[in-house]
């Protein structure tokens, strides 16, 4: 691995696992692909439009491995208790009369708009330089909550997808439970053919970190802990 990062911690123990590994199985979005913050702000434009206000930045990556109309689900019963706790029912019934997949499509607007504008994600190299490596040698996954029409176009667009032997998305019906449920991971570890013991699942939510170990894979990568991540680069910077 680069000497840039021999010194993190969490590529030292990675690098114990790495050789050990069958397959690596890795998360997509703000793993692969530095998608986090043009999310936040389609998530942030969409609340804005129907009227929820009770999702700021932090909740955001608390969620983070959720399918998105999971999240709408929460957010809109959240709001309608807050409201009929409040007496506030009838003043806010045109806010709510929204249903979790009405949000999800006007969210897919606002995010092709964030693109339109020239806002399109890169690649995480610090992760992307581990499928580089591995390519070739061992299968590699992509087991990923975001819609699959975006996570393909996301890779293929950053020249990657072709490193992956098979992408596992939420949205699949061989994909029963969502993340924290390990069934998207255990899966992937199917489709390339390698036992979940021996494989390494890379992540950077918490759900996705649960749902990998739930699944009996070898090792959770957690890539917020690498020192290049983006959001730990742009700490060092400020």
């Known amino acids: 691995m680069d000497k840039i990062i021999e010194t993190c911690p969490e590529t030292t123990r990675l690098a114990s696992k790495l050789p050990l590994a069958g397959g690596l199985v890795f998360d997509c979005d703000g793993t692969l692909l530095d998608t986090m913050p043009i999310y936040f702000e389609s998530w942030r434009r969409t609340c804005e439009e129907v009227g929820l206000d009770n999702f700021p930045l932090e909740r955001f990556y608390d969620f983070a491995g959720l399918p998105v109309r999971d999240i709408f689900e929460t957010l809109l019963n959240e709001k309608r208790l807050q409201n009929r706790d409040n007496g506030q029912c009838k003043a806010n019934e045109k806010h709510f009369n929204y249903t979790a997949e009405q949000c999800e499509e006007i969210k897919r607007s606002h995010h092709l708009n964030i693109e339109a504008e020239g806002r399109k994600a890169g690649p995480i190299d610090i992760v992307v330089n581990i499928a580089l ?40 019906e061989e994909v029963k ?11 992937a570890a199917k489709r390339i053919k390698v036992d979940p013991s021996q494989c390494v699942g890379f992540e950077d939510a918490n759900l996705g970190l649960r749902s990998i170990s739930d699944a009996g894979f070898m090792y959770a990568c957690d890539v917020r802990k690498f020192s290049m991540y983006p959001r730990n680069v742009k700490k060092t910077n400020t």
């Open 133 to 172: 490596k591995y390519y070739g040698k061992i299968p590699l996954a992509v087991a990923s909550s975001g819609w699959r029409d975006h996570v393909l176009d996301g890779l293929e667009r950053n020249g990657i997808l072709h490193l992956f032997d098979t992408v596992v998305t939420a949205d699949e």
């Open 177 to 187: 439970r969502p993340k924290p449920s390990p069934d998207i991971f255990l899966v």
